[in-house]
C-alpha cells in the first residue's frame, strides 16, 4: 500500500517552514546586518564565506551522528525537531541585536549567532532530507515525495522573497531594526509549525543505513572520476553568479532602482518563471539534448541581464519592464538549475565505466557541498564588493559612480562567471547523449559479466577493442 497524500503533504509543509527561513537568512541578513546595524560589509562577507565553508565541512559529521541515533520516534525526528526548535531561536535572536552592543561587542554577537545558526539548520536539514527512503520502499512515492518537498520549499522560499521588504516597514512603524524582529519571529513560528505537522504525521517505516561520506572521498572522486570535477567547477561558477545578484538585489532596488518594495514583485514573477522552465524541460528534452538546453537557458539569462542593467542605467522604474527582465533571467536560471543536477547524476554511469567504482553517495553529497562553497564565494565578492564602491547604507541617494559599481558587481561580474562556466562547460564536457548511451550499454555487459565469470575473457577482449577518448 502506498503513502497516502497527508504524509506527502504533512513532509512537503515541513519544507515550506525551513525554506523560509532559509531564504530570510541568505536574502536579507546581509542588509541587515550591513544596512540597519552599520556593520562593514566586507567583514559580513568574511563571516558568512567562513561560517558556510564551515558548514559543508561538518555536513558528513552530522550524517555519521544521525544514523547513530535511536529512538523512540526514530532517527530523523528528533534531529529535525531539535534542530528546529533552536534554530528558531537563533534565528530571532539574529534579528533582535541589542540595541547596546556597538563595536567588537557586536561583531561577536552577530559572529556567534550567524555560526550557532548554520550549524542547527544543517542540523535538521541534513535528517529531513535523508528520511525519504526510511519512510517508504516504493520507488514511486519517493520520487512523489521529493517533488512535493521540492514545490512546497520552492513556495517557502518564494514568501520572503516576495513579502519582506515590503513587511518590514509597516511591522516596525517605520524602523527596519524593529521590522526584521517581528518579521523574524513570525518566519520562526510558522517554521516550528510546519516542523511539528511533518514530525508528528510523517514516521519511519524501516530502519535503513546510508554511508555517510567524508569531505576526504568528495575529493577523492573528483580527482579520479574529470567529467564530474568539470561539471562542479561549473555548477560553483554558475551558483556563484547567481547568488551575487540575489546577495544583492535589495540594495539594487533600494539605492538603483529606488523603490525596495518592488524586489517583492521582482522575485514573486521570477519564481514562478523558474517554475514554468523547470516544468518545460520534458518538452525540450524530447527535441534538443541537454548540452544545447543549458547554452540556450545562459544565453536567455544573459539577456535579461543586460535588461536590468540598462534599466538601472537609465533610472527606468517600470514595473512591467522590471518584471519581463525577472521573467527572462529566471526562466534561464531554472532551466540551468534543473540540468545542472542531471548532468552530475550522469557522471555517475562515467565514474563507475572509467574507475570501476559507482559512488551515488559521493556525487549527491557534493550537490550540497558545491552549493555552499559558491554561496560562501559569493558572500565574500558581495561583502568586500559593497566597502569598495563606498555604498553609504546612512544616505538614500548614493552617488552615479556608487551606483555604477553596484551594477557592475550585481550584473557585470554575474555575467562574466555565467559566460566563463558556459565556454568551460561547452569545451570540456564530453558526455554526450550518444557516448552516455554507449556507456551504458558497456555497462550492461561488463555487469553481466560479473554475474557469468565464463564470459569474463570475452568482456576484456571487448573493452580493449572499444578505446574511448574522454
Given at each position: 500500500?502506498g503513502?497516502?497524500?497527508?504524509v506527502k503533504?504533512?513532509y ?38 567562513g ?5 559543508a565541512?561538518?555536513d ?19 534531529w529535525?525537531?531539535?534542530?528546529t ?17 556597538h ?26 532530507w ?8 516504493s520507488?514511486k ?19 520572503p ?10 511591522l ?21 509549525t ?5 514530525v ?12 555517510s ?7 577523492s572522486?573528483?580527482?579520479?572520476n574529470?567529467?564530474a570535477?568539470?561539471?562542479v ?6 551558483n556563484?553568479?547567481?547568488y ?6 535589495v540594495?539594487?532596488f ?6 525596495a ?8 514573477v ?16 524530447k527535441?534538443?539534448?541537454?548540452k ?22 537609465f533610472?527606468i522604474?517600470?514595473l ?22 542531471i548532468f ?9 565505466w572509467k ?13 550540497i ?11 565574500l565578492?558581495a ?12 544616505k ?11 551594477r ?10 555565467l559566460v566563463?562556466?558556459i ?22 555487459i561488463r ?9 569474463e ?14
Amino acid at each position: 500500500m502506498g503513502l497516502s497524500n497527508k504524509v506527502k503533504i504533512s513532509y512537503g509543509i515541513g519544507a515550506v517552514g525551513k525554506d523560509m527561513v532559509y531564504a530570510l537568512v541568505s536574502g536579507f541578513l546581509m542588509y541587515y546586518y550591513n544596512t540597519v546595524l552599520g556593520v562593514s560589509a566586507t567583514f559580513i562577507g568574511v563571516l558568512f564565506m567562513g561560517a558556510r565553508l564551515f558548514d559543508a565541512f561538518i555536513d558528513p559529521f552530522m550524517g555519521i551522528i544521525v544514523e547513530k541515533t535511536n529512538t523512540r520516534l526514530g532517527k530523523f525526528r528528533p534531529w529535525i525537531l531539535g534542530g528546529t526548535l533552536t534554530n528558531a531561536v537563533v534565528l530571532i535572536l539574529m534579528f533582535s541585536v541589542p540595541k547596546a552592543l556597538h563595536g567588537n561587542p557586536l561583531l561577536v554577537y552577530i559572529s556567534i549567532a550567524y555560526v550557532i545558526w548554520g550549524t542547527t539548520y544543517t542540523t535538521m536539514d541534513i535528517p529531513y532530507w535523508s528520511m525519504i527512503p526510511a519512510i517508504t520502499e516504493s520507488g514511486k512515492d519517493r520520487e512523489h515525495m521529493s517533488v512535493i518537498a521540492r514545490s512546497f520549499a520552492g513556495i517557502g522560499a518564494a514568501v520572503p522573497t516576495a513579502l519582506t521588504m515590503a513587511l518590514v516597514p509597516v511591522l516596525g512603524n517605520g524602523s527596519e531594526r524593529k521590522g526584521f524582529q517581528v518579521f523574524a519571529v513570525g518566519v520562526a513560528l510558522i517554521f516550528v509549525t510546519a516542523t511539528v505537522v511533518t514530525v508528528i504525521h510523517v514516521k519511519e517505516k524501516m530502519k535503513i543505513n546510508q554511508k555517510s561520506v567524508s569531505v576526504k572521498e568528495m575529493l577523492s572522486s573528483l580527482i579520479k572520476n574529470d567529467q564530474a570535477l568539470i561539471v562542479v567547477v561549473a555548477i560553483v561558477m554558475f551558483n556563484a553568479s547567481l547568488y551575487l545578484t540575489q546577495q544583492l538585489a535589495v540594495y539594487f532596488f533600494k539605492y538603483d532602482i529606488g523603490n525596495a518594495g518592488l524586489y517583492g514583485v521582482f522575485g514573486m514573477v521570477g519564481g514562478a518563471a523558474q517554475i514554468l522552465s523547470m516544468m518545460s524541460l520534458p518538452l525540450l528534452r524530447k527535441k534538443y539534448e541537454c548540452k544545447k538546453i543549458l547554452v540556450g537557458a545562459i544565453v536567455t539569462a544573459l539577456i535579461g541581464y543586460g535588461m536590468l542593467f540598462l534599466l538601472g542605467t537609465f533610472n527606468i522604474t517600470n514595473l512591467f519592464l522590471l518584471c519581463i527582465a525577472a521573467v527572462i533571467i529566471f526562466l534561464g536560471f531554472g532551466l540551468a538549475t534543473v540540468l545542472t543536477t542531471i548532468f552530475l547524476a550522469d557522471t555517475i554511469d562515467y565514474g563507475e565505466w572509467k574507475n570501476h567504482s559507482r559512488n551515488e553517495s559521493v556525487i549527491f553529497s557534493l550537490q550540497i557541498f558545491v552549493v555552499k562553497l559558491a554561496s560562501a564565494i559569493s558572500v565574500l565578492i558581495a561583502g568586500i564588493g559593497l566597502d569598495v564602491i563606498k555604498l553609504n547604507v546612512h544616505k538614500k541617494v548614493q552617488t552615479a559612480e556608487t551606483l555604477f559599481g553596484l551594477r557592475l558587481i550585481m550584473l557585470v561580474i554575474p555575467v562574466i562567471g555565467l559566460v566563463l562556466s558556459i565556454m568551460f562547460f561547452v569545451k570540456k564536457y564530453k558526455l554526450s547523449e550518444t557516448r552516455l548511451k554507449e556507456i551504458t550499454e558497456e555497462l550492461h555487459i561488463r555487469r553481466n559479466d560479473d554475474k557469468n565469470p565464463t564470459k569474463e575473457n570475452e568482456s576484456m577482449n571487448m573493452n580493449e577493442e572499444m578505446s574511448y577518448d574522454i
